[in-house]
């Protein structure tokens, strides 16, 4: 006769749901082994230490790479992947244009909605042809690319932040506003016979001078904070100017600055 119970259970192995991904990040950074997260989430220790592996990410940290697990990351590849069961995926019907983005990300420093944004722009591909910015983000996050998470400055540096609106700030206007150092002090005086206004942003304010702050982040890229000023040449100013006034920017419509101006005063140097 044939033997139909058992005494022991048999190994489960399963798909976490996005909640247990956040709780097994908590767990991380609380210092819990693997063998203690599968306990508490009542999976095989292989499947947390397959999860791991595939949801963690090089991160910048002090000067120093560490490889960190998030649970969005996570989520998002097991949400592609659930998406492409059963059907061929874009990865393979638009390869040329993943590979002109690849290029462009990892040779060029453009973020991938800056790549997706100038192949539109120049009518390089067809729409069918293209993928989104957010799967280019997935297949980053899935490691098919030559380009890593960690070539991406922006995605790693930046973090959530609250904002709080100020009631004194004027947003429109022929008009400079500076930060409260002490190069600017002068600057109010300096404008007083001309119609420009001079304002000063709030302490710990810098997104009341957002595009600056941003062109400071891309400047970053290449200068980074702590470099060394005597280091700075000529030919390497020349290279992030030339870089900065030819990228494409989301607020022209993914023209550069460079595009705008000349479409504007063409006519005067012609």
């Not at 097994?24 to 203690?36: E, H, P, R, W």
């Not at 220790?45 to 910048?60: A, N, P």
């Not at 922006?154 to 009631?167: E, G, H, I, M």
């Not at 005086?189 to 810098?206: G, K």
Request: with cysteine; charged share 25%; hydrophobic share 35%.
């Amino acid at each position: 006769m044939a033997q139909t119970d058992f005494n022991t259970s048999k190994t489960k192995f399963k798909h976490l749901l996005y909640h247990e991904r956040v709780l097994l990040a908590f767990m991380l950074k609380q210092g819990y082994t693997q063998t203690g997260i599968a306990q508490e989430l009542g999976v095989n220790r292989s499947t947390v230490s397959r999860e791991i592996h595939r949801g963690s990410v090089l991160q910048i940290v002090a000067g120093k790479t560490v490889k960190r697990y998030f649970a969005e990351t996570a989520q998002s590849i097991a949400d592609a992947s659930k998406a492409n069961v059963g059907r061929k995926t874009k990865f393979f019907t638009c390869g040329k244009f993943i590979e002109y983005a690849d290029t462009l990300m990892k040779e060029k420093d453009f973020s991938p909605d800056a790549g997706v944004g100038q192949a539109l722009d120049l009518d390089l591909f067809r729409p069918e042809e293209m993928v989104c910015t957010n799967t280019l983000y997935r297949y980053i996050d899935s490691g098919i690319l030559t380009t890593k998470n960690i070539d991406l400055t922006q995605k790693l540096s930046r973090k959530p932040r609250n904002v709080y609106a100020r009631d004194n700030k004027r947003v429109f206007g022929k008009s400079i506003t500076a930060d409260n150092g002490s190069e600017f002090a002068e600057l109010f005086s300096c404008m007083d016979q001309t119609s420009t206004e001079v304002y000063y942003v709030h302490p710990y304010s810098s997104w009341e001078r957002g595009a600056n702050e941003r062109n400071n982040g891309m400047i970053r890229r290449f200068i980074p904070k702590g470099f060394d000023a005597s280091l700075v040449t000529e030919a390497l100013v020349r290279k992030v100017e030339n870089w900065l006034n030819r990228y494409p920017r989301k607020i022209l419509g993914y023209a550069s600055s460079f595009d705008i101006f000349y479409e504007y005063t063409g006519d005067l140097v012609a």
